[in-house]
């Protein structure tokens, strides 16, 4: 049966081949043809051109680059014997007609310029070192009659943009005979089709928008003048460069490190202490998480910068200055410590208290306990947090932009290296080293948690808490959490009052009219934000959850490897994968820079991961028999996923879909690079008004993007909430 299957794949295929191949052939020849037939015409009614005298010939010849992009010339005098000598023109052309002219394609090619007749050699040929690819024209140049011949010209035309196109053309047709292949290879041979081409699907997308533009990427950076060349490294590793990637891994280490004691602090009350308000102060703790990037900073800059309503206001302060390496720390570790606070709240939840119980029965201290079991066992936890916390430091971009001053990061290094020397390949470079200290924080945090066991939860769990924090220690730390909590919130009540103020620093007195002025020139950037926000939010939805299916339900070749590439864009940073767009669909076949598809695009594929990452972790918590028995009454995996599995994920959806909103709405990094005159996004705006000091307009703006990602926050709340679809009724 499988031979028969595969004589028949081999058939098919061979067929298609020899029609793709026909097609395609075809369509090469027409555009040739095509091609030279108009490029004959150029240089035939630019010979006509020639002026009387040959001692012009020179000034006419040097005007054809200007005619035609690139192309060059050399004239040809006559004798009486009607042989053709060289006159004057460009030396390139000159070595084409001494090396070829006793050819027999140039003998030609002249006999056909003696009567009259413009030609078209047949073969490209190349003329200098660096020169690229030419089509090369034998026209006559005729008296003042028209009849009779009293000259010649050889014109060479740059056949580089036919051959790109030819080139296109002929991987369009491989392209297509595989695909063909793969596809009748599914529906042949594969017991459940359906899911073969979603892998087929899920393999196309990783490979068009994941790992060719990242090898773009990584090709670009050893490319100059379009030879091999390592000078970009060379470049990239020298001092002027090596100082913004140790003031990145600095500021990463500072920030991760305060963030995760200030994360540990949040946990351990709300989840080893009786403390109160517990709901209320993990609220309230996250807000940073679903915040824009610039709202903080902004709110810095208001209180304590140059003209801070604190620093010159009240404590009038001169020659204080928040920027820098202190006031990228403080904007970082406020933005940032609630990503260590919301993993290191699950590890400490995750303990069993049993263990600390036993400690404390056996008469040792709160303290000791804490020190010698509470602490240890939260050690991957804390690893976690730190190495989640570093990396996003390090690609941090939105407030090193306005915050850094002369302090020196390297995401803001690449940005600069790409928009103001427009060197593609020195920013991508930069970005790419960017990849070096996360992947070393990463192995080495591995390696670390690798080396010792520390499970405990070996039945089941204890359902009582062991207080191992005493009132004195209690109370401190939620003096601590409600002074972090307070500045936070201050800090965002900064941002509205920001919108009602003049001019900060200088004019404090009440006003509206940033409001209007605001609206009215943000709105073209709000509407597109929006729009593009909520076209990326279901797709990335769906195709994480169908991703997430495959992966955890399905055993198919490669499986390791489309996990890996779906789960990239979690590492790398959002400077490399903007650039990276750019290199990568800044030509055909996808040309999409400056559309809203590559703004979408970017925007599912950066939050791709941790949708990827809910949808496991809440399909390995249903029993795939439910599935099983669905395919058992004759569902295929289409119907299985719309019925079965998109209803007990919807949870995992609903939160893929809003992250995604949020996310989008308040990106800066990647999408910064990629919008258009016609795709503006907010981020950038707020950015913009910012840098121009004009903060009541980025406050008004500010504003309005909180209220948007908080409305569509609560909303997911209401959403996610269990309709009962997993609800246990208690038997009696």
């Not at 990239?236 to 600095?250: A, H, N, Q, Y």
């Not at 569509?712 to 009962?724: H, S, T």
Request: aromatic share 12%; charged share 15%.
């Amino acid at each position: 049966m499988f031979k028969k299957k595969l004589i028949k794949l081999i058939a098919v295929s061979a067929v298609f081949a020899i029609g793709d191949w026909w097609i395609f052939s075809s369509l090469i020849d027409a555009f040739r043809s095509y091609r030279e037939s108009n490029s004959l015409k150029e240089v035939s009614l630019f010979s006509k051109t020639a002026p009387a005298n040959a001692d012009y010939y020179g000034e006419w010849l040097g005007s054809i680059g200007e005619i035609i992009e690139g192309a060059k010339a050399l004239a040809l005098g006559v004798d009486q014997n009607f042989n053709f000598y060289p006159l004057t023109g460009d030396n390139d052309v000159q070595s084409f007609w001494d090396e070829y002219h006793e050819s027999e394609g140039v003998a030609q090619a002249m006999e056909s310029v003696y009567y009259m007749v413009p030609y078209a050699y047949p073969q490209i040929v190349r003329v200098g070192d660096s020169s690229p690819p030419m089509a090369a024209f034998f026209l006559p140049i005729p008296d003042d009659s028209g009849y009779d011949l009293r000259g010649a010209v050889i014109i060479l035309v740059p056949a580089g943009a036919g051959g790109s196109f030819q080139s296109l053309l002929v991987s369009l047709g491989i392209l297509a005979w595989v695909l063909f292949t793969l596809i009748f290879a599914i529906g042949t041979c594969s017991r459940d089709p359906i899911t073969g081409y979603s892998v087929l699907f899920l393999f196309a997308v990783s490979a068009a928008f994941i790992a060719y533009p990242l090898l773009e990427a990584l090709r670009l950076s050893f490319v100059e003048e379009g030879a091999f060349s390592l000078g970009i490294w060379k470049r990239t590793l020298s001092p002027e460069f090596l100082v913004p990637l140790w003031g990145s891994i600095k500021l990463g280490i500072v920030t991760a490190t305060i963030s995760t004691l200030i994360g540990f602090a949040f946990a351990f009350l709300t989840e080893r202490t009786g403390a109160g308000h517990k709901k209320l102060i993990g609220t309230l703790a996250t807000m940073p998480v679903i915040s824009p990037p610039f709202s903080l900073t902004l709110s810095i800059i208001l209180l304590f910068g140059n003209n801070g309503l604190i620093t010159r206001q009240f404590l009038r302060m001169e020659n204080f200055s928040i920027y820098g390496l202190g006031g990228l720390a403080l904007v970082q570790t406020i933005g940032m410590f609630p990503i260590a606070y919301m993993t290191l709240s699950g590890i400490l939840r995750s303990i069993d208290s049993t263990v600390e119980d036993a400690a404390l029965d056996l008469r040792a201290t709160r303290l000791k306990t804490f020190l010698t079991i509470t602490l240890p066992l939260s050690l991957p936890g804390l690893l976690s947090a730190w190495l989640l916390v570093f990396t996003n430091s390090l690609a941090d971009f939105a407030n090193p932009l306005l915050l850094a001053g002369s302090y020196r990061v390297l995401s803001v290094t690449a940005y600069i290296q790409v928009t103001g020397r427009s060197d593609l390949g020195g920013g991508a470079a930069l970005s790419l080293l960017l990849l070096l200290p996360t992947l070393t924080a990463f192995f080495a945090q591995r390696y670390w948690v690798n080396r010792k066991s520390y499970v405990t939860v070996t039945g089941k769990p204890s359902a009582r808490l062991a207080e191992l924090a005493t009132k004195p220690v209690r109370i401190a730390l939620t003096v601590f959490v409600w002074i972090c909590l307070g500045f936070t919130v201050a800090l965002y009540a900064t941002i509205v009052a920001g919108c009602f103020v003049r001019n900060w620093g200088i004019d404090y007195s009440f006003t509206l009219a940033n409001i209007g002025e605001a609206l009215s020139r943000g709105r073209q950037a709000i509407l597109s934000t929006v729009t593009l926000a909520a076209a990326a939010s279901p797709v990335a939805g769906i195709l994480a959850m169908a991703a997430a299916l495959i992966i955890v339900r399905q055993k198919f070749f490669g499986k390791k490897a489309l996990e890996a590439l779906l789960m990239t864009p979690f590492a790398i940073p959002g400077t490399l994968l903007g650039i990276s767009y750019i290199l990568a669909f800044n030509k055909p076949p996808l040309l999409l820079v400056g559309t809203a598809a590559i703004i979408v695009i970017n925007y599912v594929i950066r939050e791709l991961p941790v949708g990827l990452e809910n949808g496991a972790a809440s399909l390995r918590q249903i029993d795939k028999s439910i599935e099983e028995a669905a395919q058992d009454l004759g569902a295929d995996m289409s119907k299985v996923f719309s019925s079965i599995v998109l209803p007990l994920v919807r949870p995992a959806f609903l939160t893929s879909m809003s992250y995604t909103f949020v996310r989008s709405m308040t990106a800066v990094s990647a999408v910064i690079f990629l919008i258009s005159a016609r795709w503006y996004h907010l981020t950038v705006q707020i950015y913009n008004f910012s840098e121009n000091l004009r903060f009541g307009l980025a406050s008004v703006l500010a504003t309005t993007l909180i209220v948007i990602v908080l409305g569509a926050f609560g909303l997911m709340q209401v959403l996610v909430r269990d309709r009962g679809i997993t609800d246990k009724s208690i038997s009696r």
